[in-house]
């Protein structure tokens, strides 16, 4: 497999009223903004450049109420061997009515996404979510580090 060069091409999933899709050309990035940036606790003041480059530089997907974007989740991969999923987010409005699992089903059956060794996320809210797509708690955490830089939005010039 190759990886999706034309991000605009990818793919769309319908659900009654609601579609989700990977064609960036859709997506609604002052209301992704306000979503990440005013409520996620991941990213809280994350900056508009670094969210669009972040977006543009993963396999994205937008969830979305008509034309109405009510959710958004990214992949970053090296399309062959792992994935990471990041940005997770449904607007409170649409939250249980099933719209987190078929994102994640969506994102887990997109066929540029198989066979990969490994896939991890990080979160401190919706385990069980996760975890009915087989995520658990790391088998061995001493094996895994990370460079954490809690001011990279307002220390580093984008």
Known sequence: MTPIEDKS???????????????????????IHGFIARQSYWAPEIPM??????????LSF????????????????????????????IDETYRGQGLGKWLMACILGHPELQGFRRWMLATRDAHGLY??????????????MEKHNPDAYTTVER
Request: aromatic fraction near 14%; charged fraction near 20%.
């Open 131 to 144: 975890q009915q797509f087989g995520f658990t708690p790391l088998k061995k955490p001493e094996t895994i």
């Open 62 to 89: 937008g969830l979305f109420h008509g034309k109405r974007q009510i959710g958004i989740a990214r992949v970053v991969t090296d399309y062959t061997t792992f994935g990471y999923l990041a940005d997770v987010f």
């Open 9 to 31: 091409q990818a793919g769309a999933w319908t659900r009654g009223e609601f579609t989700i899709s990977t064609n960036q050309e859709l997506f609604d990035f002052p209301q």
């Open 49 to 58: 450049a670094i969210l669009r480059k972040s977006i543009a530089h993963s």
